[in-house]
C-alpha cells in the first residue's frame, strides 16, 4: 500500500475528529460562571468588573463579561427576561464600565446557518472521498463504478515457462507457432502468412490449458490480458459488450500481446438457445467479440486464446474462419505424459528412493494434470502428519485412493455380517478381474470405506488403448457385475452396495446400443432425451426415438447387462475357491494389492507382508487404527 493511499485512508477519521472538536469547543468554551438574575445585577454593578456584554435576543438576553478577584479573572454569565424594564436595570447598573450590545438574533443566525451547513458539507465531501476511492486505480476490491472497463488483468511477467507444462508434447509445439510468430512477426509477414487470430484450447478440466496459455505468455515474453468469461456477464445489460471493446483498445495499445479468454463458454454459448431472455446480455458480449475479432486488421500482433471444457456449447460462429479458426484440444495425459507430470511437480518435493514415478503414472489411468498434482500435494501432506522424512510409496498409495473416493473412514466401524459382505462383494469384481480375459485388473481393493462407497476395488485396463472393442466394454459390465454375483452367490440375498455398479454398467449398455452401434439394432445413433437442457443446448430437440425404438433400446441394453451377469456368474461359480480365499484375506487385512491378491489366489500365505510392515511403521499403523 502507497503513502497516498495510508493518508486517505485517515481523512473520514479526521473529518470526525475535527468536528467533535469543535462541538466541543463551542459548548464549553473557557469555564464561566453561571450566575442567578440577583448575583448578576451584583456582579455587574461591582467596581471588580471591568467588561460587560449585553447581547440581547427576542426572549432572552444574556449578559456575561469577567470581574477581577483575588488577581483572578472569572468570567461570568448570566441571563434576564428581555423586557425594557430588566435590560434598563442592568444597563443602568453597569455604569460607567465598557458595555457591549449585541443583537443575539442577528449573531445567532449567522451560526444557525452555518451549523445547519456542517453536516450537509461533511456528508458531501464523504461521498466524493467515497466515489474517488472506489474508482481509484489504486483500489483492489472497490470497482463498483468501474462498470465498462474490461476487468482484463495485465500479467506483466508471467514466470511460467512451456518446462512447467509436461506431457503435452503436440499441443506445445502447436502453440510455439504462435510464440514464434509473436516474437518475429515480420518472418510470417514475409511469407504471406496469416496467422491465426484465435485460438481454442479445449479439453477436460484440470487438464493444463490455462497452464498452456500462461506458458505461451512467458515463452513469447509479450503482455499477457487474462480474462474469464464470467468478467464479461454482469448484472447490467451492455457492460459485458463495452468491456470486450474496451479490452481490445488496451491490447492494440500494447500489441504485440496475447489475450486470455479463460472459461469462454460463460460467453460463447450458441446464441438463441437460453431461457426466458435472460441470454441478451451474453449474446450482445458475444456479439462484440465476433465484431471485434474482425474488426481486427491481418497481423495486428494480438492473439485472442481461448480456453473451454466445453467445446461443444460453443457458438460456432466463433469457431469459423478469421476467428477461432485454430482449435487445440489438449487431452488427458496418456502414461509417458502422466509420468512427465508428476516429475514437474515432485520437482520441489521430498521423495523417497523407493517411489516409482513411472509405476505410479501405470496406476493412474484417467488423471488429469490437476490429479496428479493433487495426488503429489495430498503425499506430501500425509508425509508431514505421520512425521516422515521423506514421502513414501505408502503416503503415495493413501493419497492415489484419496483423491479418487475421498479420506478412508477408518471410524466407521462394521459389523462381523456386513465387513464379510462387503468383502465378498469386493472379491467378486476381483475374481472377474483375474480370470475374465480383457477384463480390467485389480490394481488395489480394499473393504476400508471411503467417501460413498462400503470398499473399493481399483481397476485398470491391461493396456491403455485409445478404443474400446465390443468385447472390452463386455467384460468391463462383466467386471461390474462381479460384485453383485458375488453377493448372489454366497450370501443368496444382495445388498444396496451394488448400485453404483449397476449404474456404471447400464451406462455403458446404453451407449453400446445407442451411440456406438454394438447391438442388433445396428449402426445407428439413436438420440437419448437424457441431455442437460440447462447447458443451452438441445432444449428444443425431442427424443427423435419412437416409442417403438425405445422400447427396443431398453430390452437390448437388458439383454447386455443380463448377458455380462451370467458370464460374471459363471466364472465366479468356477472360482468359488479363489473367490473365498480373496474374501477372507480381505477381512483380516482390509487392503489387497493386484500381487497380493495373485499370491492368495495362488494358495500362499502372506501374512508375513503385514508383519513386517507394522513392525517397521508403527505411525503408520497407529493412524490407520485410529
Ligand atoms: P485447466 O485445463 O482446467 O485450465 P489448469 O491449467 O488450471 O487446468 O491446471 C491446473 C493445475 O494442474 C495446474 O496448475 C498444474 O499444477 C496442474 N497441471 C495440469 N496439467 C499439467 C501439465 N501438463 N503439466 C504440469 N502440470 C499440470
Ligand atoms: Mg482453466
Ligand atoms: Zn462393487
New binding site residues.
Partial sequence: MNRKNNVANWIPYLIVMLALVSLFSMNMGTETQTLSYNDLQKVVASDNTDKVTVSISSNITTVSGQYTEDGKTVAFEGTIPSTSEAIETILSSTEKKAVTIVDADASNLFVDALLTLIPFVFMAGLAVWMINRMNGAQSANGKAFEFSKSRARLEGKVRVRFT?????DEEKQEMAEIIDYLKFPKKFEKMGARIPKGVLLA?H????????AKAVAGEANVPFYSISGSDFVEMFVGVGASRVRDMFKKAKETAPCIIFI?EIDAVGRQRGAGFGGGHDEREQTLNQLLVEMDGMEENTGIVVVA?T?RPDVLDPALLRAGRFDRQIT?SL?DRK?REA?LR??ARNKHISEEVDLGALAKRTPGF???DL?NVLNESAILAVRHNEESISMADVDEAIDRVMMGPAKVSRTYDDKTKKLVAYHESGHAIVGLFLDNAQVVQKVTIIPRGQAGGYNLMTPKEEKMMDTKNDLLATITSYMGGRVAEETFFDDVTTGASNDIERATNIAKDMVTLYGMSDLGPIKYNSASQNVFLGRDYNSPNNVSGQVAFEIDQEVRKIVNLCHDKATEIIGSHKQELVRIAEALMEYETLTSEQIQRVVNGEDISADFETKSAGKPAEEATQNA
Fill in positions: 512447467d507444462v509436461a506431457g503435452c479439453g478440466p484440470g487438464t493444463g490449458k490455462t497452464l498452456l479463460d480456453a471444457n489438449v495425459p505424459g507430470i514437474v511437480h488429469s494434470g490437476a498434482e
